[in-house]
């Protein structure tokens, strides 16, 4: 954890190292102190893990809109058959 403070605006940065997929990744996430460091911390930790969950919901819509569009151009397929 890291504090950075420049004209009285503090700001804390954090490094999350997680397991993803069988690899170490390196999370990198920050937060404006307002009242409560603690609070701080954990915002910045959130920060460094949400950009993480994201992408992966991101890529796991992209798998079942994939997964839609094959069903749609199968059905399509097999009325053209008949």
């Given at each position: 954890?890291?504090?950075?403070?420049s004209?009285?605006?503090?700001?804390?940065?954090?490094?999350?190292?997680?397991?993803?997929?069988?690899?170490?990744?390196?999370?990198?996430?920050?937060?404006?102190?307002?009242?409560?460091?603690?609070?701080t911390?954990?915002?910045?930790?959130l920060?460094?893990?949400?950009?993480?969950?994201?992408?992966?919901?991101?890529?796991?819509?992209?798998?079942?809109?994939?997964?839609?569009?094959?069903?749609?151009?199968?059905?399509?397929?097999?009325?053209?058959?008949?």
């Open positions: 954890m890291l504090i950075n403070t004209n009285d605006i503090s700001v804390v940065t954090v490094i999350v190292n997680a397991l993803l997929y069988g690899t170490e990744e390196v999370l990198v996430g920050s937060a404006l102190v307002k009242n409560d460091l603690n609070e911390i954990a915002r910045a930790t920060d460094a893990i949400n950009r993480v969950i994201q992408k992966i919901t991101y890529l796991k819509l992209n798998i079942l809109v994939k997964k839609a569009d094959l069903i749609y151009i199968l059905s399509l397929a097999e009325k053209c058959d008949r």
